[in-house]
């Protein structure tokens, strides 16, 4: 009881912190609520049953108060005219040292070393909050400050090591993470067009992750070749899985294709061509890993494994799940076409 009640403070101050970044109109308050979601996500990651989470607990704290010490020097030197030849040099590069600590606390590449390996020793609840929620807060800091080239630089490396990487990757986690990495890509330009395209589009990417990570959990799932024998019994629910794995993949005409294609019609009036033509080639690689992936999970039906299947499995939560997604997109696609001016 006392574990649960912890665990209940530490994501209500997680939820808080993040909600004091969002709301602050200063450098410092950004600061302060991006150090109280830190410090309640730590012991949410720690399992006294689990070395491993240890060791990642450890490796997040360093990395994210690393990028912290950055993001932090960098707003006192822009905020106190200590050296007018130093606040002069900090002022041309403010955007770039920003931007670079915020994108090491996204784990956004080319600073994506500490991500893969952090998220093996993650419990499925917590790699769902790192991979969503702890994405949040960043993202609107990023929207404050200006577009600038290190941000095509870093779209750049993010669309492209998100997919390359995520091709000879058989952890269920690395799997995910790199999809992230992918993903954040995305998200960074979606940022400069409008608030309500990136907001849509971090909606869309959450509910999938959530529809995936809750079968993930339930049955157990942590490698590639525990998929051929997932659920045999019910293939409509391995089907629905595999059809999250492509919407994630952005195949259309799944949910998940359609903030990507705002995204490229808003790059297409833009006229940034290279950019687009660049994110759509690695995009069309992804797809072919994601649609080998779904075609050998559905014709290898090993019957006689079921070392990864959990016995006690309520399948009325799955079909909730299933049914609140179908429901949620639904009203976001609704949603889109009502609005469809505002993008």
Not at 234 to 241: A, D, H, R, S, V
Not at 309 to 318: G, Q, R
């Amino acid at each position: 009881m006392i574990n649960l009640i912890s665990k209940f403070i530490f994501c209500s101050t997680l939820i808080i912190g993040t909600l004091i970044t969002i709301s602050s109109s200063s450098w410092i308050g950004i600061w302060i609520g991006l150090e109280i979601n830190l410090l309640s996500f730590i012991p949410l990651i720690i399992d006294n049953n689990n070395l491993i989470s240890t060791e990642s607990s450890i490796k997040y704290f360093l990395i994210q108060a690393f990028a912290s010490l950055i993001f932090l020097f960098t707003i006192i030197i822009y905020t106190t005219k200590i050296n007018f030849l130093f606040q002069i040099i900090i002022s041309y590069n403010e955007n770039i040292i920003i931007n670079s600590a915020i994108i090491l606390k996204l784990g956004a590449a080319p600073f994506h070393f500490w991500f893969p390996s952090l998220i093996e020793g993650l419990s499925w609840f917590n790699s769902l909050i790192i991979l969503t929620w702890q994405k949040l807060a960043p993202l609107i800091i990023v929207s404050y400050t200006a577009f600038n080239n290190i941000l095509i630089i870093f779209i750049l490396f993010s669309t492209f090591i998100g997919r390359i990487r995520g091709l000879n990757q058989t952890s269920l986690r690395k799997i995910l993470v790199f999809s992230s990495i992918n993903h954040i890509g995305w998200l960074l330009i979606s940022l400069f067009y409008r608030n309500l395209l990136w907001i849509f589009y971090f909606l869309i990417y959450l509910i999938i992750n959530i529809s995936i990570i809750i079968i993930f959990y339930l049955f157990n799932l942590f490698n590639i070749n525990q998929l051929f024998s997932f659920n045999n019994k019910f293939p409509l629910l391995k089907f629905c899985f595999i059809i999250n794995f492509l919407s994630l993949g952005g195949l259309p005409p799944f949910i998940g294709f359609l903030p990507k294609w705002i995204v490229i019609e808003n790059l297409i009036y833009t006229n940034n061509l290279f950019i687009l033509f660049f994110i759509v080639i690695i995009t069309l690689i992804t797809l072919f890993f994601y649609i080998r992936l779904t075609f050998s999970a559905f014709n290898l039906n090993y019957l006689s494994f079921f070392w990864n299947i959990s016995k006690n499995i309520n399948f009325k939560i799955l079909n909730f799940n299933l049914l609140i997604n179908i429901i949620i997109s639904v009203l976001l696609i609704l949603f889109l076409i009502n609005n469809f001016y505002l993008f």
